[in-house]
């Protein structure tokens, strides 16, 4: 079920209407939304200060997809993101992609 609903979700964002909604709900999906905002600090960086920081670097996809999945420190200050195993591969790229495009 789960993977039938991915696969849904990724042919949704093929259309160019779905693109912020489809992502906004994985966000929301995967639990994200317990530590970050979109636009305002929480526990975590808002995904918008996030855009802002990597904008200009073209490593950041992949540093994210990683990030995301594996979770870290260091970055922001000394508050952990503890790994997200609820997350595949597949799903971290759509979602650092997302992230990286807020403006
Ligand atoms: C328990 C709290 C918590 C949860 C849940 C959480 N995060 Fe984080 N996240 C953090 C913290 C704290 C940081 C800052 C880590 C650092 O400074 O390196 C962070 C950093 C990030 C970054 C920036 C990484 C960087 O190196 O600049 C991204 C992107 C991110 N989180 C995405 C997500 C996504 C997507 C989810 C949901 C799948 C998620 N987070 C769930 C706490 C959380």
């Not at 992502?23 to 996030?50: S, T, V, W």
Request: proline share 4%; aromatic share 12%; glycine share 6%.
């Amino acid at each position: 079920m789960h993977r039938f609903f991915n696969l849904f979700t990724l042919v949704f964002l093929s259309s160019s209407a779905g693109l912020v909604q489809a992502n906004y709900d994985l966000l929301q999906q995967k639990n994200c939304f317990a530590c970050h905002y979109m636009d305002k600090r929480k526990y975590g960086p808002n995904f918008k200060e996030i855009s802002a920081k990597y904008a200009k670097d073209s490593s950041a996809e992949e540093l994210l997809t990683k990030k995301i999945k594996a979770g870290g420190a260091g970055v922001w200050g000394e508050d952990m993101m503890p790994p997200q195993p609820q997350v595949s591969d597949a799903e971290a790229r759509v979602i650092a992609k997302y992230v990286l495009s807020l403006k």
